[in-house]
Structures are given as C-alpha cells and as structure tokens.
DNA sequence: CTGCATCCCCTCAGATACTG
DNA sequence: CAGTATCTGAGGGGATGCAG
C-alpha cells in the first residue's frame, strides 16, 4: 500500500501524513469519547462514504493510531479504540477546536451538531487552573443532548450521557425555537440565567468559570 | 466557488474546512516564520504544484487566515503573510508538530529537511517555565541550517538566519556523514557534546533546558 | 525573474448498491 | 453489523506556457 507523502523531516508533516487525510481527524474526534463500533462512527459523521470510513479505519490502525478490537461474549461485534498514541492527539483536537471554535458564527442551517462535538468543546473549553482542587459532578442537558462532567481534585472526566453517579447539579438549557442544541448554546443560555437547575446554585457558577474560556480583555 | 465542507457545527470540523486541505498547514508553518513571496512558498514546499498553491493561497486568503500584501517600491512584487487570525493558529501547529515529531523516526531517504521545519520544531520544544526571566540570544548552525533564538526576560523570539545582532552564544554541530541537518539532529550532538561553542559554555546548558522537551520519567 | 494560468492524467472522495 | 464492490467526478500531481 503506498501512501503519498509530504516527504518532509519535519513533525508537521509527518502528522500530517497520518491523520491529515479528510475525515481522520473526525474519526479520533469520535474515538476520544470512547470506543466506537463501524455502524457508531458512521452515524456520529453525517455524510462519510462507507468505504472512505473504511479506508481511514485502515490507515488511522497502520499509524497506529487506532486500535481494532473483537468485543467478547456480551455484545460482540467489531469496536475501534484509540491506542495511547491516538490518545496524545488530544491535544491537537483541543487547539484545532478552538481555533476553530473561534472562526465558528452562527451555525449555518443543514449543521449537523453532533454530542462528540459537544463534549469535546466542553473539554476545549476547561481550565485547568480554574479547576484545581475542585470536586463536583454536572450533567448538561440541552435539547436532546444529554453530557456529564466530573470533577475529582481537579481531575476532569467527561462524556455523553447521563453523569455516573448521582450528579451534584443537573442543568437544563431553556433554548429559544431557534437555538441549536450545542455547547455553546448552553453555556450561552446558562451565563444568561436561561437554565434550569437542580442542586446548589453556586455550582452553576463553578461550572461555568472551570468550563469556559474567560473573555480577553 | 462551492467549498465542500464538514457540515458540523464543531469548531474541530470547522478548522479542517478552513485549513484542512491538503498542503494548507505546510503554508501556513512557512508563513509562521516570516512573510513569503510565491516563489519561496514554492521552494520551501518541495513538490506542491503551483496550481495547488496558488488555489491554496486564495481559499486562506478567503478564510482569513493569510493576507496578500503588494510589497512597496524596493523588492515589489506580491508577499504573503498571516493575518491575527492565522497567527492564532501556531499553538495548533505547535501541537501537531509535538504529535508528530513524537512518531517521526530516522529520515527517511528523500526526506527534505527545511529550515522552516527546524525553526518550528525549536519552537514547539520551547519551554516557558524555564524560561521565565532568562535573557540570552543563541546562534545554530546544523550543516547548512542557521537559525537564532532571543530570550529577552523569557520572551522568545526564533527565526530562519543569523541572529539579529551579536548572539550570546554560537552553536554549531559537529553532524555525522549521514547526518541530516535538522534541529532534532543538533540537539542530539549537542547533548552529547558534539558541538563547537563561541560563547560561555554554561549557555548551552541553558538553552538544552529552554529548548527541549525532558525526557519523560 | 516572479506570479501565476492551463492542460492532462489519475488518484481518491462521494454516493449507492450489495454481501458475509 | 461490518464492511466490500462499483461507478462518477472533483481535485491533486506534474509539466508547461506566458504575461508583467
């Protein structure tokens, strides 16, 4: 299998070469919430060709990137996972989300938005220092979006879904007719006191100076 | 002109519709070190096609991520440089560049080393935590590759070239046959004390912590 | 000489259908 | 569920042409 190159020494370029490809980058996304089966990953990526998905399934394995496993007994079935390698790319999602983030306007109509996106704005969007010694559970909801963020001594943990556990505040975004259900959407409903809570009030103001970026002066 | 795009309102996504195509990032690592004429754009991209590059330049341009400037009387003729926008971006090179220096083995033959790759990957190695308060300019010199770093109080300043004024220290890499001239190459010689040194040898030191990554324990 | 535009070829993305 | 097979067309790769 030859694979075209950049043919650069350079560590850009070599990234490049191995998730630079249309569509891998979208791929980790999905991966970086949790491990994901074929049929997963093509819903969570609205308009991939199957066999495109395929193929970056193959590449992103060689790379190693990501990893292929046969689930056992329970369910059965084919599941991709990152492998840590894949894992360190983290970093470069969070940079590139939030360069983009930044570029990001009104969403345009046909957006899809998808809870991967979601969550990995919320990470894009944590502050780590803001966060120190800070224990909590939050669960979001927005529309039919439903995510968790956990706290532990400033250990973040996020993903879809209700929070494990019993969390310390539920948040419900009131979104106008037109709002899209994305993060932003919430955060923007929240700072404007258009959420509904249940749990200690001052949460919601933990939540919202340990998850999102403070406005440059 | 129709772009093709992700269709997800995800500011991961919406940064690989902007800067995701092929070639884009390279262009946008050359611009990082300085502005460039077409022509160097060209040469330091070995085997873009002019085409390419030339379509490349307008959709960043449309992005908003480059600028097309006429350069006034003495050169004139057309240069390009980062606009803010673009110049936001270098946190995510940095990062894919960490990425993928972390994957990137031995060159391989055929590998292109540009200088442009070296000064990057001197900057994604830089360390701000050592550097607070430290003050002190560094020359390097790896085969034919010159390129400078100035700490002025822990600001860092890096390009292609001889240091603008008298550099504090000069570094030059005594390379192996087979050596490729890049920076990954002269801070392995350096580490190893295959290095010729004008200047205070305790500079060295000093710019082996500042400007590379320890070794993880 | 710089700064592209044009042409041709061919890979690969996109879409759909189909199978173990 | 997890892909493969097949077709079409956009766009990348490479060479060349040409105006300012």
Redesign the interface.
Same mark, same amino acid.
């Given at each position: 299998m030859k694979r075209r190159d950049?043919?650069?020494?350079?560590?850009?370029?070599? &990234? $490049?070469d191995?998730v #630079?490809e249309?569509w891998a980058?979208?791929i980790v996304?999905d991966l970086t919430i949790r491990p994901r089966r074929y049929t997963d990953l093509q819903a969570g990526l609205?308009?991939i060709p199957t066999n495109v998905l395929s193929t970056r399934l193959k590449e992103l394995e060689q790379?190693?990137v990501v990893e292929r496993r046969v689930a056992p007994a329970p369910q059965r079935g084919v599941v991709y996972a990152l492998t840590p390698?894949g894992q360190?790319?983290e970093?470069?999602?969070? &940079? $590139?989300?939030?360069? #983009?983030?930044?570029?990001?306007g009104d969403?345009?109509p046909?957006?899809?938005?998808?809870p991967d996106?979601a969550v990995?704005?919320m990470r894009?969007n944590f502050q780590p220092a803001e966060a120190a010694g800070v224990t909590g559970s939050w669960e979001i909801h927005v529309g039919d979006l439903v995510a968790y963020a956990v706290l532990t001594d400033g250990e973040f943990e996020s993903g879809i879904g209700p929070a494990p556990g019993k969390p310390d505040l539920v948040m419900t975004a009131r979104l106008g007719a037109d709002d899209?259900p994305?993060y932003r959407a919430f955060v923007k409903a929240a700072k404007s006191g258009k959420v509904d809570l249940v749990g200690p009030r001052e949460l919601l103001d933990t939540f919202l100076r340990v998850f999102t970026v403070p406005k440059a002066a």
């Open positions: 950049y043919g650069q020494y350079c560590g850009l370029a070599r &990234a $490049l191995l #630079g249309r980058l979208l996304r609205p308009g790379a190693g390698v360190d790319l970093p470069v999602l969070l &940079a $590139l989300g939030r360069w #983009g983030s930044s570029q990001l969403p345009r046909g957006d899809v938005i998808s996106a990995l704005n894009a899209v994305s």
